[in-house]
């Protein structure tokens, strides 16, 4: 290339850029850049694939427990023997374990206790609270030795003088403990006394694995309440020992149900299983009566075993009245069950725990149909003291909950058999991945058992977000941590934010057949395993095709806004040409919905999607021919704009001002 022609492409190439810049001091519009620019996710491994899969060396570790545990109601104490058989399936050896001890937040000198207010939803402080742990042993190779460990609170460091070997090594952890049971355990666990004795709800009673995985290693974060759990998979063998008229119900099957039950309730239960009506197994008139336990003297031992679950937990009582009916999941049968006292019982007006085994049905086999078929094969209600807490295929809710109340915290309880049973998030840091997932399936399911339309759930959680978006207490993202979650914010940040969004993305962004492809996508995946938020947001993105990161980044790690408006509209009577100027006035930039209404007594609606706010916070619509009476943003009103004034504009508002020609939305 000769000097000269060098010089002449380089003057034209200097002449275009002219052309095209801005002259100096010429404002440029102001725009949200940023609300576009890609999400950092962490980079994907082979542990964790880029399009949101588990990567190809994915492992988790594994934990099987055998616990022979006693119940003795006349101290509210629980004492067992225990074994906890941990496998490290890491690529690297472990020089320490780590184990919750999750009663010890119940000492008023905790952690917990100086985080939460005594009174408070999460407390339960009492006197004499906590394990007593009597043996701590470890057995390798068929060696057995006291290891060093420090209880520090709710956790236990337990240091090993020789590395657990990676990819495979498995020892055996030994421990003899007891511990009194709260009165009410930070509405997780507890008793209830009623009129016919004392119902007992365990939960979080056994010391548990902390998770090791390849994004933290070791996830020791101690128990404050608030933040729930991150568990291993593994097998349970529990043997419950109780008094003779209690019964009991826990997670897993029932391995001797002969030596516990008497022949009139193995057939109502064979007859149950088969059945769609509920069918009485202890009916209110039986209870208490010696004839619904075996004959025989002292305590009776129930055995249960649970594979492929997260936790374990159980109820017993001398007071229940139990049903059962047949549930299905696509091609299993599931035994619908539910245990409660008299007290649960409803009135001729208000039904109450009579109907508990309708609901449970209901709820297994619509998320069995919307999510995936229900895994388990038992789903049991328990009446107590706790408000609603969720485990594997037991749950426990609140005994003096009546007609939808109980149906919905019913339904709620178990639709958590998805997230986190089976699909088993981090809970202590991440609660909407369980909360939030869970209520945004709880709207459809209840738009289903009650015959509404889905769409006034999202209507309604619209306003209840844009409400809680002006409060003072809007300025922590979803992602916050659970535990760093204001107590006021912990229901928008948990539970209705998310569900909204994900509905939002469902019905309004992507469409339901897209969405819905991408969140079986998600469960299939992650079914069994442990999913970090940047796995759900890879899959749902990797299945519907769509670009979504503007979306995560505003909703779960931003506080960001909807404000669309109607910022112009100009008519001109010689070209007959309206046009209409609508602007993203906040961060969010959702799709925009916009329904014209003609002098004609026509109308039409037209979406303009993200991408045309991309460089610029205005999108215009040129409208030939056509003369404007009515411009409306977000006509059903689903979105949680935060200013529906200036969502409308009329030409009989516009007639009175000033310039009728060319005035602003109202």
């Given amino acids: 290339m000769t000097h000269r022609l060098r010089l002449v492409l380089g003057l034209t190439v200097g002449l275009l850029l002219l052309w095209t810049l801005p002259a100096v001091g010429q404002n440029v519009p102001p725009h949200n850049l940023p609300a576009f620019e890609p999400v950092d996710f962490p980079d994907p491994n082979e542990y964790r694939a880029a399009d949101g899969r588990p990567g190809y060396e994915y492992w988790q570790q594994r934990a099987d427990y055998q616990i022979d545990v006693t119940l003795n109601p006349a101290q509210n104490r629980v004492s067992a023997t225990q ?19 999750e009663q010890n937040f119940f000492k008023p000198g905790s952690r917990g206790a100086s985080a939460v207010p005594q009174g408070a939803r999460f407390s339960g402080f009492f006197e004499d609270a906590g394990y007593d742990l009597s043996r701590i042993r470890l057995v390798r190779n068929g060696e057995t030795i006291t290891p060093d460990y420090l209880v520090d609170g709710t956790r236990m460091r337990i240091s090993l003088a020789e590395p657990l070997a990676a990819n495979g090594g498995s020892l055996q952890i030994q421990l003899d403990w007891s511990f009194t049971l709260p009165q009410y355990g930070a509405d997780r666990h507890g008793r209830l006394d009623v009129a016919q004795g004392t119902v007992y709800q365990l939960a979080q009673w056994y010391p548990r694995m902390y998770v090791y995985d390849d994004v933290h290693g070791w996830n020791p974060l101690p128990y404050l309440g608030q933040g729930e759990y991150y568990l291993e998979f593994g097998t349970f063998e529990i043997n419950i020992t109780v008094p003779r008229d209690f019964i009991v119900a826990a997670t897993g099957t029932l391995q001797n149900p002969g030596e516990v039950l008497t022949q009139t309730q193995q057939k109502r239960l064979e007859r149950a299983r088969q059945s769609r009506e509920p069918v009485r197994i202890i009916d209110s008139t039986e209870v208490g009566a010696p004839s619904t336990r075996p004959d025989g003297e002292g305590p009776l031992t129930w055995r249960y075993t649970a594979e492929d679950v997260r936790d374990f937990a159980w109820s017993a009582s001398q007071a229940f009245i139990w049903d059962a009916a047949r549930a299905d999941a696509g091609d299993r049968t599931v035994l619908a069950q539910s245990f409660y006292p008299k007290e649960g019982l409803g009135s001729d007006t208000t039904p109450g725990w009579e109907e508990s ?128 979650v204001r107590r006021q914010a912990l229901g928008p940040l948990a539970y209705s934010k998310p569900a909204y969004g994900l509905m939002l993305l469902r019905e309004y962004v992507v469409g339901p057949e897209l969405f819905d492809s991408a969140f079986r996508a998600y469960v299939d995946r992650w079914a069994y395993k ?24 505003s909703w779960f790690y931003e506080t960001d806004t909807v404000d669309q408006a109607v910022a112009r509209v100009s008519m001109s009577d010689t070209t007959q040409t309206t046009r209409v100027t609508l602007e993203q006035r906040s961060e969010l930039m959702v799709p925009m919905t916009v329904r014209l209404a003609y002098s004609d007594g026509s109308s039409e609606q037209r979406r303009i999607p993200p991408a045309a706010f991309y460089t610029k916070d205005t999108h215009t ?37 000033d310039n009728a020609s060319s005035s602003q939305g109202k």
């Fill in 83 to 101: 074994t906890i058989t941990y496998t490290n399936n890491a690529p690297e050896a472990l020089d320490r374990l780590w184990v919750q001890l």
């Fill in 357 to 484: 085994t309708r609901y449970v049905q209901h709820s297994v086999e619509f998320y069995s149909d919307f999510v995936s078929p229900y895994p388990y094969p038992t789903a049991i209600n328990v009446a107590g003291v706790v408000a609603g807490m969720e485990y594997p295929q037991i749950v426990f809710c609140d005994v003096e909950a009546r007609g939808r109340g109980l149906f919905g915290v019913t339904d709620h309880e178990f639709g958590h058999t998805w997230f986190p049973m089976v699909v088993a998030s981090d809970e202590r840091r991440w609660a909407w991945m369980d909360e939030g997932l869970n209520t945004f399936i709880n709207q459809y399911s209840t738009a289903a058992f009650y015959d509404r339309p889905h769409r006034q759930s999202l209507q309604q959680l619209a306003r209840g977000i844009s409400r809680f978006m002006r409060s003072g207490y809007a300025d922590q993202p979803i992602m916050t941590y659970a535990d760093r």
């Fill in 530 to 553: 442990h999913p970090k938020p940047a796995d759900f947001f890879r899959t749902l993105e990797d299945v519907t095709g769509e670009d979504l990161d503007w979306f995560w980044r």
């Fill in 621 to 657: 619509l040129t409208l030939r021919e056509r003369s404007v009476q009515k411009v409306m943003l977000d006509p059903t009103r689903i979105l949680p704009d935060m200013n529906r004034q200036n969502n409308t504009w009329s030409a009989s508002d516009a007639s009175t001002d």
